[in-house]
């Protein structure tokens, strides 16, 4: 049976007694420790090997954040270990004697870390929330074949506004949504633009007309599907804290859904006009009233309760007034027309523990 390391109280005794213990002493689990990956290897493999729990594989990769699939590692690479965390007594793991770091100075603040929600969502298709009618930049008009349905690698022809394009450019195909209602108000709202894929021009075949091919699609592409000016999207969010007391509320939801569950895009009516950014958290919430019997209020007179807590989500782009946000944690189905409420933080929630760090710029 595999035994934890450790070092015990009477080891280090009489260590101390000998005279032999100073500072640059460190316990076996307070040590730098690595491993170094084997053919096969996965973080899944390692952790059953080090630690005797595979499931400290999320963790483990945050730590590393060098490796872009866990399930691939190459053969000699050196993992860092996790810190306090013990190891198995016959792992084939390697002691880095380091010292320890500098006191930071009480001046210097941590700025917030940036986390990579590319195997969550795919942050280019994420679209967003326009309250007045979407002008396009351009249309597909034909496929190079007889295609109804298209994808990534197939040549189309596009008409592009006033002929602007030229070869490289690149254009974001989108679907615009019929005019949407407001969930709480019932009055004409907006439209959700979703995007369908990406394409790069080749050349112009006469005015107006350019040969193109489609570099990405996240979803189906078609003939007549509209153009929009592409503008690239970070994978990696920096968390930052809202204006507290902030609130809104989701307004629209990403395929028009009726309930919206964890990983959801939504959309809400405010931006960065009124001071919200990607990377800020919202709460959540249900907000409730009762009527209490027996005190001397007006009939129908409510008296307001705490609010329900149903999740959380994340804001990852914004225009003027409206934003866009993936909720990241859903305790049950979330209404369209859900308050939203800036979350006030101290300490990065635990969700993010999970989701992988991007390396540092």
Not at 85 to 91: E, H, K, R, S, T
Not at 108 to 131: C, I, Q, R, T
């Amino acid at each position: 049976m595999n035994r934890v390391r450790r070092i015990t109280l009477g080891a280090i005794l009489v260590v101390f007694c000998l005279g032999i213990f100073h500072a640059d002493i460190r316990p076996v689990w307070a040590q730098s420790l690595t491993y170094t990956v084997q053919q096969g290897d996965t973080l899944w493999d390692v952790c059953e090997k080090v630690y005797g729990n595979p499931d400290l594989w999320p963790k483990l990769w945050e730590m590393n954040p060098f490796i872009t699939n866990p399930h691939l590692l190459k053969p000699g690479d050196v993992i860092t270990l996790l810190e306090g965390v013990p190891v198995l007594d016959n792992a084939p793991v390697t002691a880095v004697k380091t010292p320890a770091p500098p006191k930071p100075s009480a001046s210097v603040v941590k700025p917030p870390e940036a986390y990579d929600f590319s195997l969550l969502k795919n942050m280019d298709a994420l679209g967003y929330l326009s309250l007045i009618p979407v002008v396009p930049k351009g249309v597909i008009v034909s496929g190079e074949s007889e295609k109804i349905m298209l994808g990534a690698g197939d040549t189309v022809y596009v008409q592009v506004t006033g002929s602007t394009a030229t070869a490289g450019d690149r254009f974001t195909v989108c679907n615009v949504s019929p005019l949407l209602k407001d969930p709480k108000t019932k009055q004409d709202l907006g439209y959700v633009v979703s995007y369908l894929g990406r394409l790069r021009i080749l050349e112009r075949v006469n005015s107006g007309l350019f040969k193109a091919v489609i570099e990405k699609s996240f979803r189906t592409i078609r003939k007549g599907d509209p153009l929009l000016a592409y503008t690239p999207v970070s994978q990696c969010i920096k968390l930052s804290k809202g204006i507290p007391g902030l609130t809104t509320y989701i307004a629209a939801v990403e395929d028009q859904k009726v309930m919206v569950g964890q990983y959801t895009t939504v959309y809400f009516l405010k931006g960065s006009a009124q001071g919200i950014e990607p990377g800020q958290l919202f709460r959540i919430v249900q907000e409730r009233e009762v009527e209490l019997p027996g005190e001397k209020k007006k009939t129908g007179e409510m008296t307001r309760l705490p609010d329900a807590e149903r999740g959380f989500c994340l804001v990852v782009s914004t225009t003027a007034d409206t934003g866009t946000a993936i909720v990241l944690s859903a305790k049950q189905d979330i209404p369209n027309g859900a308050s939203l409420k800036v979350m006030e933080w101290t300490t990065v929630p635990p969700f993010f523990s999970d989701i992988p760090s991007c390396p540092k710029e």
